[in-house]
Structure formats: C-alpha cells, structure tokens
C-alpha cells in the first residue's frame, strides 16, 4: 500500500524543499540529499506508485513512456549521455529506503564499494 506521507509525496506536493532538474506533469527529478556519485539524481513518477513492479503493472502505457522519457529528458539536461548508470532498488531488502518509485540516475564514478 502506498504511504502518501512518505519523503517523495511530500515533495510533490511541495512540503520538502528540492534541488530540481527536470521537471514536467509527469515526473519530477532532483538531486539526492545523501550523493552516491558525484551526480546523484533521482527521478520518480507524480503517481501513487511504489516500486517499479507496481509502475509498470499499474501505471497507464503513456504515463510509463512519459516516465522514460522524463529520465531520457534528465540524462540530457545533465549532458550525462555516455556517462551515468542508473539504479532502481526494488523492496528494503535490496535497499529501497522511500517506497515510492524512483530511478537513481549517478556519474563520475565515485561510486560506494556496494554498488
């Protein structure tokens, strides 16, 4: 069940401040409070989603192509196109700390051994 209190629907809804990327009426991408890399992004969907398994079962087909194309969008913006990876932790045992769906979008290679 989706926590509409969790960190991410708070900033959504403009409660927690942000360091904006890219932004449109389907995504929101920001810079991570915690950086992993050097360029440490987040992009997560305006809808009520958990995890990537709930997305893709539950988000509409032209909310999930405007998702990737909202991450497309943020790898540009950054001029990352040779340069990032991105990482989608799926449950708290694989690390997903915010049960709110979100791509982490990290470069430069200053990456923690657990990764």
């Known amino acids: 069940m989706y926590d509409k209190n969790n960190v991410f629907a ?3 809804r403009g409660e927690i401040p942000n360091k904006t990327v890219y932004s ?17 992004v987040l992009v997560i969907p305006r809808g ?4 990537i398994f709930d997305f893709t079962k539950n988000a509409p087909a ?3 192509l405007a998702f990737w194309n909202g991450v497309r969008n943020t790898v ?3 001029g990352l196109r040779d340069n990032f990876r ?10 997903q700390s915010v049960m709110h769906f979100h791509i982490h979008i990290m470069s ?8």
């Open 48 to 51: 009520e989603y958990t995890d």
């Open 76 to 78: 540009e913006k950054l």
């Open 108 to 115: 430069d290679e200053r990456f923690s051994e657990d990764f």
């Open 62 to 64: 032209d909310v999930q």
């Open 10 to 12: 708070k900033i959504l």
């Open 24 to 40: 449109d009426d389907n995504v929101l991408a920001f810079y991570d409070v915690a950086p992993r890399a050097r360029v440490h």
């Open 86 to 95: 991105t990482v989608a932790n799926t449950g708290r045992g694989a690390g």
